[in-house]
Each structure stands twice: as C-alpha cells, then as structure tokens.
C-alpha cells in the first residue's frame, strides 16, 4: 500500500528544521483554515481512496483537476456535472487538487463545502459547484498528490505565467514554467500508466512535446513502466462575465495529443464533457499546433489592439472621433469585429501570451534569430497605453489650473473589462500606480470589485518581487488603497474623475450627477468613448474639462460651447 506523503518542505511554508505551529490560509472573507498537518495525509488518501472506490462501483472515470483557480474551479463543476447520454446518470467524479500554500489552501475547504472558491458575475457557477458537492456528490477537493494515484484523467489548469522585467520590453523577460515542472514531476511519479494528462494551461508552443513528454516519460522510466505517456493538449477559452460557464462547456475547443491513443482518448473525454455537438471539436495532429493556435489567437488580438492606438493618438492631435470612425468601419461586414482598445488590455492571456511564443522560439526550439517583430511590440505598446490616460489627466488638470500632486483623482472601474470583476493585468492599475507616482491621491470605484489584490497584496501578489509597483516610485502606501462601494463618497471633492472601464452604471452617469457628487466643477476623462457629443457638450457647460483617449473633435465642442471660433 502506497503511503501518503506531504509536500516537500519546499512545497510549504514549514521548515524541515523541527515542528512548527502550523501556518493558515486566509480566505477572502476573513476565515482563516489551518495547513494540513503531517498526520492528515494519510487520513485524507484514505478518505479519496474510499470515495474512489465506492465512485468506481458506480461506473465513474475518476478525474483529477489540478489547480482550482479561474479556469480549474469552474472545469472541474462542468466536469462533475457530465452525464451519461443514454442513462442521464453522472459518469465522473472529480477531484480538485490544490497545493496547500498559505495563499491558495482555503480553496479546499470552500470547495468541499460547495463554494466556489472564484468569484463570478455568472449567475450559474455558484449553483454549479454546489449541485456537484452536496446534491450529485460528483465533486471534491483534496491538498494530496497522492490523489494522482487514482486517476483516469488528470486535467492540469496549473498557472504559467510570463515575467517582464521592463514595462513596456516584452523581450526583456521570461516564461516562468517552473509550477508546470514541479507539477509534472509529480504527476509523472504518481499516475496509474493508463492515465491521460490533459493539459489545459496555456502553455509556451512546444510544452507539451519538449517539456511534459521528457518528464513524464523519463518518470516512467525511473517506475519501470515501458508504455509511452497519454499526454494531450487542450487549450480553454474562458471568460469572465455572465458566461463564465458556458464559455467553458459551450464553447469551440481545440485539442491534439502526442500520439494516436493520446489523440483519441482527449476527444473521448472532452466529447463527454462538452457541448461538443453544438461546438464540434477541432483535432490538430501536434499539439505543438494547439499551443500555438491558442498563442496566435491571442496575438492577433492584441495586435490589432494595439495598431489602433497609433490611430487613436492621430485622431486626438487631428480633431477627429476615433470612436465614430470604428463605427462607421463596422458596417463593412470583414471589419465588425474592430474594438476600441481603451486604457490598455488585461486580463490573464492577452498581455502576456505572444511573450510566450516568442520565448519558447529561442528557449524551447532553439532558434538565434529573431523573426518575431509585431508580436512583442504590440504587447508592449498595450502595456504602456495607460500612461497615456495620466497624460491626458494631467492637462485636463492643467487647463483648470490645478496640478496632478495636488488634486483627488476618481477612477471609475478597476477590472479589465466592462461587468465583470476580473482586475488581472488591468490598465486601471497602471493608471493608478502613474497618478500616483505623481503625486496624487486616488479613490476607485468599481460595482464588480471587492477586493484589488494587485494593491492590497502588492508585496506578494501576483508573486513575491513581481507586482507592477516595481516599475514606478511612490507605491508604498498603494497596499492601504481599498475599491469603494459607495459612488458618491469615491466622488466627492474630486477634482477628476477617469471614466475607466465601461461599466453599465459609469454610462448612465449623467454630467449633472457628476457635477453634483463632486461639489465643483472638475476634468473628466473618458478611456472608453463612453461620453456621447451631448454629454461632452453638457460636461463644458458646467464648466468642466474633458478629455478622451481617440476623441480629437472634444476641442471643437469645446470651442463651440465657449464661443472662441
């Protein structure tokens, strides 16, 4: 019988020098978990071996999900809530995994109680988990690897991330793979052979064959196992807002796998999962093809981002509407997906994605040469486009005559994107941190945001030493920054206010209530041509300020409203 193990000491925040009180995990709300103790891994594989036992005598696939974050929560509650076709009956059972860090742990214990440990707009994610745990019994979380030991499938959602070390120098940086690594040794040393490894990451093109193979393989080797590692690709397309869920189980998906049975066993398991007869499956021969459509699709997003930011510069110093201009491009039906890009691009995939193609060129493949030229320039033209937006702050400010140090600067939404919460690689935070590098004092309001963890855990979020404060000065007391709840407290006595994101109540403001929440007159910045001619008009006649990121023709009405031409 296989004995369960904690984690390595460098898996953990004890040290193998003798006991120690064991740490805890702090959930979002306050609720503090304790770390497993030594004593309770082999309880909980006893635990899992039960469950495992009793799920196969019902005739389940036993799923391991590793990682229970954005992606790995809300896949794990589509996977636990698959059906038979021809029964209706559950056919899989899953088991979430997380590491058992101070900083994620309390995800186990929420997820075993059925709450989803992410915070969602979607009315169904909530539901989801708690119908897979308490009512289908289909879902469950566990802290041990040795969970791996039980698996038909792992899906591994660990996180891979791209570090720059220059704001606006993709180049200047590096993918960070190492919790990949880490997780496939395990995974290698742990899954029965027969196990496929979905990986569901987005990953460096080349991952999967150059790094997952060899480690798994050679994990095998070390096992004495002779058979050739299950090992697919998968890449999600998720996102935030009020289709969260549906972005993950009704969506187009694209897989490929290392080999024929690879290949066929990915579409087995998806096929069960998905909507896959309204969103057919897309099977590639490598998945060195998956990783890179994923990385392709993202680039070119965030190129074509980024090239209309050179042409939102020319339409400010022209007089020309950016914003009327994308409209009127829009009726052609080749060009109706154009998209103002606003302060910036967040989320988790479009900043930093082309970064991880352009590494794993020279990294993984080996090539010298550079033949990457629009890719790493579009990131970092979208990396620093939000700096523009405390440019535009700052002469609006100016022509009212007040100065930036001495002002109170209200920002309007704090996520990447309009309705949602999602505050990963935001512009707002940039605008944030350059304001106040210069000196002012700034109050955020966002109906979607709790918590901004890129301020409030800014020494160790998203890891130790990789908080974008570091490219600015004048970020200490940034960690004391908190989202208010309270519209007309964020704007009183302010003297701008920064329309950031488009959130459905920002455009229903109207200037009067603007005006009036303020208490004076004050600089209004518009990121996301959200201002409309009448309220501009309406903004000037209050003896307001306005400005606008692509919106040139703000001086003519302006100059109109004043009777200067």
Same mark, same amino acid.
């Given at each position: 019988?296989?004995?369960?193990?904690?984690?390595?000491?460098?898996?953990?925040?004890?040290?193998?020098?003798?006991?120690?009180?064991?740490?805890?995990?702090?959930?979002?709300?306050?609720?503090?978990?304790?770390?497993?103790?030594?004593?309770?891994?082999?309880?909980?594989?006893?635990?899992?071996?039960?469950?495992?036992?009793?799920? !196969?005598?019902?005739?389940?696939?036993? $799923?391991?999900?590793?990682?229970?974050?954005?992606?790995?929560?809300?896949?794990?509650?589509?996977?636990?809530?698959?059906?038979?076709?021809?029964?209706?009956?559950?056919?899989?059972?899953?088991?979430?995994?997380?590491?058992?860090?101070?900083?994620?742990?309390?995800?186990?214990?929420?997820?075993?109680?059925?709450?989803?440990p992410v915070q969602a707009e979607d009315p169904e994610v909530a539901p989801l988990i708690a119908r897979c745990v308490n009512e289908k019994h289909t879902l469950t979380a566990t802290f041990t690897y040795d969970a791996l030991t039980l698996a038909d499938v792992v899906v591994v959602d660990v996180q891979c991330d791209y570090h720059k070390e220059t704001l606006g120098d993709v180049r200047q940086g590096h993918a960070d793979i190492v919790a990949l690594e880490d997780s496939l040794k395990v995974?290698?040393?742990?899954?029965?052979?027969?196990?496929?490894?979905?990986?569901?990451?987005?990953?460096?093109?080349?991952?999967?064959?150059?790094?997952?193979?060899?480690?798994?393989?050679?994990?095998?080797?070390?096992?004495?196992?002779?058979?050739?590692?299950?090992?697919?690709?998968?890449?999600?397309?998720?996102?935030?807002?009020?289709?969260?869920?549906?972005?993950?189980?009704?969506?187009?998906?694209?897989?490929?796998?290392?080999?024929?049975?690879?290949?066929?066993?990915?579409?087995?398991?998806?096929?069960?999962?998905?909507?896959?007869?309204?969103?057919?499956?897309?099977?590639?021969?490598?998945?060195?093809?998956?990783?890179?459509?994923?990385?392709?699709?993202?680039?070119?997003?965030?190129?074509?981002?980024?090239?209309?930011?050179?042409?939102?510069?020319?339409?400010?110093?022209?007089?020309?509407?950016?914003?009327?201009?994308?409209?009127?491009?829009?009726?052609?039906?080749?060009?109706?997906?154009?998209?103002?890009?606003?302060?910036?691009?967040?989320?988790?995939?479009?900043?930093?994605?082309?970064?991880?193609?352009?590494?794993?060129?020279?990294?993984?493949?080996?090539?010298?040469?550079?033949?990457?030229?629009?890719?790493?320039?579009?990131?970092?033209?979208?990396?620093?486009?939000?700096?523009?937006?405390?440019?535009?702050?700052?002469?609006?400010?100016?022509?009212?005559? !007040?100065?930036?140090?001495?002002?109170?600067?209200?920002?309007?939404?704090?996520?990447?994107?309009?309705?949602?919460?999602?505050?990963?690689?935001?512009?707002?935070?940039?605008?944030?941190?350059?304001?106040?590098?210069?000196?002012?004092?700034?109050?955020?309001?966002?109906?979607?945001?709790?918590?901004?963890?890129?301020?409030?855990?800014?020494?160790?979020?998203?890891?130790?030493?990789?908080?974008?404060?570091?490219?600015?000065?004048?970020?200490?007391?940034?960690?004391?920054?908190?989202?208010?709840?309270?519209?007309?407290?964020?704007?009183?006595?302010?003297?701008? $206010?920064?329309?950031?994101?488009?959130?459905?109540?920002?455009?229903?403001?109207?200037?009067?209530?603007?005006?009036?929440?303020?208490?004076?007159?004050?600089?209004?910045?518009?990121?996301?041509?959200?201002?409309?001619?009448?309220?501009?008009?309406?903004?000037?006649?209050?003896?307001?300020?306005?400005?606008?990121?692509?919106?040139?023709?703000?001086?003519?009405?302006?100059?109109?409203?004043?009777?200067?031409?």
């Open positions: 019988m296989q004995k369960s193990n904690p984690p390595k000491a460098s898996d953990t925040s004890a040290s193998s020098a003798g006991p120690v009180e064991p740490a805890c995990s702090t959930c979002p709300a306050g609720e503090a978990f304790p770390l497993p103790s030594h004593e309770d891994y082999e309880t909980e594989l006893e635990r899992l071996r039960k469950l495992a036992r009793e799920q !196969r005598l019902m005739g389940r696939e036993i $799923v391991v999900v590793m990682g229970v974050g954005f992606v790995g929560a809300v896949m794990a509650g589509v996977i636990a809530d698959s059906t038979d076709p021809r029964t209706g009956d559950p056919n899989r059972f899953v088991i979430g995994m997380q590491r058992p860090s101070p900083r994620s742990f309390w995800k186990i214990p929420y997820l075993n109680r059925g709450i989803a995974i290698g040393d742990k899954i029965p052979p027969e196990c496929l490894v979905l990986i569901e990451t987005t990953v460096p093109p080349g991952a999967t064959e150059y790094v997952a193979y060899p480690i798994i393989k050679k994990a095998f080797a070390r096992r004495g196992v002779q058979s050739e590692p299950l090992i697919a690709h998968s890449f999600e397309r998720v996102m935030p807002g009020r289709n969260y869920v549906a972005s993950i189980r009704d969506f187009w998906r694209v897989c490929s796998g290392i080999n024929e049975e690879s290949r066929r066993r990915v579409q087995q398991f998806l096929s069960g999962v998905l909507n896959v007869a309204e969103f057919p499956l897309t099977v590639l021969d490598r998945p060195l093809e998956s990783e890179t459509c994923k990385i392709i699709e993202n680039s070119y997003r965030a190129t074509i981002l980024a090239f209309l930011h050179e042409w939102s510069l020319f339409a400010e110093r022209n007089g020309v509407d950016l914003i009327k201009v994308i409209e009127a491009i829009k009726v052609r039906p080749t060009h109706s997906n154009m998209i103002f890009p606003g302060p910036g691009i967040g989320g988790y995939c479009l900043p930093k994605d082309g970064g991880l193609g352009v590494w794993a060129y020279q990294t993984l493949m080996g090539f010298e040469d550079d033949i990457f030229k629009m890719t790493p320039q579009a990131i970092d033209i979208n990396d620093t486009r939000a700096l523009h937006v405390a440019q535009l702050v700052r002469d609006g400010l100016r022509n009212m005559g !007040r100065i930036v140090a001495a002002s109170k600067i209200a920002l309007l939404g704090a996520s990447y994107r309009e309705d949602v919460g999602d505050t990963r690689y935001s512009g707002s935070e940039l605008i944030v941190r350059k304001l106040t590098e210069m000196g002012a004092d700034v109050a955020v309001h966002d109906p979607y945001v709790r918590h901004w963890w890129e301020f409030e855990k800014q020494d160790t979020y998203p890891s130790p030493g990789h908080s974008r404060s570091r490219f600015f000065r004048n970020q200490e007391r940034l960690s004391e920054l908190r989202v208010d709840d309270d519209l007309a407290e964020t704007l009183k006595e302010a003297d701008a $206010v920064v329309l950031a994101v488009r959130h459905k109540p920002y455009e229903s403001l109207t200037p009067e209530q603007v005006v009036e929440m303020t208490g004076r007159p004050v600089a209004v910045v518009d990121c996301f041509g959200m201002l409309n001619d009448a309220k501009i008009r309406r903004f000037f006649e209050l003896r307001c300020e306005v400005k606008g990121l692509g919106r040139g023709h703000i001086q003519r009405i302006k100059e109109e409203v004043r009777g200067t031409r």
